[in-house]
């Protein structure tokens, strides 16, 4: 199992973590750029997402185009595949990810990650949010196998 | 200032390309469908290369045969229903704040 736990200043009205994420190459002796950036851990998106600063720095070229589907309409987007980091080290390969436009976070993970594992959140005091794969079937993670850190301090 | 231009052509060549897959793949969804169904089909110069169960085995496979990335695509063969409800997501976040005075 993987998981990691992350312990906020507060009660949080968002979930976000730093992560790390580089264009998936296709064989094993390419050059891979890790990009660190700020997600959202975001239930309502069926799928990731990366703005578009993501996509200008790492200058991800697209293997497909789709139509992406939001509250506020459609839009013509590119399809991109990308690695994505977690703050545990832990790597999610070859996510099919659309470009989009928002300057909140540089990286929505959506239910195509979060489907993965359990997800959990807590909030009594403050946020305290933890995510672990493979899925164990309950809906919390016990502290005792999690690594506990706080914001922004699991990644180098 | 040349080389910089040139590149921007190019850029926008490739992504009219890949426009043209799409199309194609649009164009060509009912008899692709019953035979394809749920696979990823690699598609370049408006022609199906081939139809993989991973998207990566179709990038991989589109990249040994020498494709550069942004001149082909790997799209998932399903209807279009289905592929509408596979790419939704909120976009912007909704937020309360004082209006501006």
Avoid at chain 1, 45 to 63: D, G, N
Avoid at chain 2, 35 to 56: P, V
Wanted: proline share 4%; aromatic share 10%.
């Amino acid at each position: 199992m993987s998981a990691f736990s992350i312990s906020y200043n507060g009660v949080v009205d968002a979930v976000t973590c730093t992560v790390a994420v580089a264009q998936t190459e296709p064989f094993a002796d390419s050059d891979v750029t890790y990009l660190r950036c700020n997600a959202m851990w975001d239930t309502g998106a069926l799928y990731s997402v990366v703005s578009r600063r993501v996509v200008e720095k790492l200058a991800l070229a697209p293997i497909d185009r789709g139509i992406a589907y939001t509250v506020q309409g459609s839009y013509d987007t590119s399809i991109y595949l990308l690695d994505l980091m977690l703050p545990n080290r832990m790597l999610v390969k070859a996510l099919r990810v659309s470009g989009g436009d928002f300057d909140d976070c540089d990286m929505l993970i959506g239910m195509d990650v979060i489907r993965l594992g359990d997800f959990s959140v807590a909030n009594l005091r403050n946020t305290v949010f933890s995510f672990r794969i493979p899925s164990e079937g309950t809906p919390l993670v016990p502290t005792e196998h999690c690594i506990c850190a706080k914001e922004n301090d699991l990644l180098p | 200032m040349a080389e910089e231009k040139m590149e921007r052509v190019s850029t926008m060549a490739e992504k009219t390309d890949m426009q043209k897959d799409v199309d194609w793949y649009y164009a060509n969804l009912d008899s692709l469908l019953p035979i394809y169904s749920g696979k990823y089909l690699a598609i370049a110069d408006c022609r199906l290369f081939g139809d993989f169960a991973e998207c990566l085995d179709g990038v991989r496979a589109m990249e040994n045969a020498g494709r550069k990335r942004g001149t082909y695509i790997v799209h998932k063969c399903i209807p279009l229903e289905q592929e509408r409800r596979e790419w939704y997501y909120r976009s912007n976040r909704v937020h309360f704040g004082e209006r501006a005075k």
